[in-house]
């Protein structure tokens, strides 16, 4: 068996072992489905109420992936900013930095009142949360080149403009990149705060209806959901990686 | 451009770095000349500012006093010299061929014309079928190859080498000296070459001006007047070998 099928086959393997004693105990101790359901009882649940689920994924996606871009434009223009600018940076990094001491749960109940119950305020708490990987991992990203390649851009007569486009801003591509993975798994969960203050659709809304009902199995059906939009998510993320940075991969 | 005559005069150069106690001297007083078509090294210690020099000489950093001026030629040097700095400069997302055209994309000069000629340079180089290779894909004596060939170019006249064979094996770095000097046959350049080696300084230059530690000064101009290709175990080439080194490691 080759590494690459091992790689995919243990953790599935561990999830099935998890799982598969999961079901036994919470069959063989009688534990009831409202306290904890077993998988089966989240696998059924998750059958039958699929359609609604995808309905609700779709909104959490369109709020994670509108907050990613927003964050993402604005992580990178700071990023871009506070490198060009020091005084800029003194005025900001501080800023910057104490923004991210605010629990989001704060701020979120306000942004509610503010831009009422649609996708906009989820979107806004997702990229609250998001943008801070991507200033830090761009503005090393743009220091990355070393000063030599800027000189050699100086001396054949480039412009700024030219040394950004043909050199920092490929060079920190790798960095955004990695920043956009943190930001990615951050804005899943930003959304769904987003959702949990005050929503009328989304996966966070249903987590917290059906909680409330006690139907944990759904609440269980709308994790699992979750867990597969960040996958989605990431996966994209990395072919479009992998595309951008292809002379990262050859060696 | 490459049968421009002209002459490229240093005049009382000097250059300090601000230190802890006060500024630290890194170039006192140079003066040289270099003429069009010629191959002049500077050889010198470690840290004695030669990369100082050749940044100075590149427009990249002012000089503090001094002058550099290029006699009959109505440019100044910056324009007309192309540098190559000490450590490797490569952009790893460009290929090999959209490296070497780096230099005419940013002066705004015709890609296809440029990817063109840029093609041939590579092939008639020993890059041949490595062109959309990136530089991690290539042999430390092919990247140096890259570069260089990227620096020839950028179509200007001088070229400012900082070290080019610096991080080579001895012999990868033999093989290229000798490629360096086919190539400026060929294509007709003013070098300034920058090298602690002083076995390379008198295979390549017509004239070496041994720098003294910092503050650099010229200790020495030695003409070399050995025909090319220099035959390095020949016993003049050794005896000059010899009264260089013991030049620089201060021998009486």
Known sequence: MTRRWIAWIAPLILLAVLLGLWEVLTRSLGVPSYILPAPSGIATAFATHFVALLHHAAITLTEIVLGLVLGGLAGFGLAVAVFYSPILERALYPLIIASQMIPVFAIAPLLIVWMGYGVWPKATVAALIAFFPIVVNVSDGLRAPNEDSAELFRSLGASRGQVFRKLRLPASLPALFSGLKVATTLAVVGATIGEWVGAREGLGYLMLQSNALLRVDLVFAAIVMLALLGLLLFGTLRIIERRALRWQAVD | ?252
């Open chain 2, 1 to 252: 451009m490459g049968n421009l005559r002209f002459e490229v005069r240093v005049d009382g150069l000097c250059k300090a770095f601000p230190g802890r106690t006060g500024p630290i001297p890194v170039i006192d007083s140079l003066s040289f000349s270099v003429r069009h078509g010629t191959w002049t090294t500077f050889l010198g210690p470690s840290g004695c500012g030669k990369t100082t020099l050749l940044r100075l000489l590149a427009g990249l950093i002012e000089p503090d006093a001094g002058s550099v001026r290029v006699i009959d030629a109505s440019m100044h040097l910056p324009n007309m010299a192309a540098y190559f700095p000490q450590h490797d400069t490569l952009l790893p997302w460009r290929t090999a061929l959209g490296n070497a055209v780096l230099a005419s994309e940013i002066e705004g000069r015709p890609l296809a014309h440029a990817r063109s000629e840029a093609r041939e340079l590579l092939e008639h180089f020993g890059l041949a079928g490595f062109e959309s290779h990136y530089p991690s894909q290539l042999s430390g004596g092919m990247r140096q190859r890259l570069a260089l060939i990227r620096t020839f170019l950028a179509h200007r006249d001088v070229l400012l080498l900082d070290e080019p064979l610096g991080a080579l094996d001895p012999l990868t770095r033999t093989i290229l000296q000798d490629w360096l000097l086919e190539i400026w046959g060929e294509l007709h350049k003013t070098i300034v070459l920058v090298t602690h080696d002083v076995e390379e300084a008198l295979v390549l230059s017509d004239r070496i001006l041994v720098l003294s530690p910092r503050p650099a000064t010229v200790e020495r101009d030695v003409v070399v007047r050995l025909p090319r290709p220099r035959d390095r175990a020949s016993g003049s080439f050794a005896e000059r070998k010899g009264s260089i080194l013991d030049l620089l490691l201060g021998a009486p």
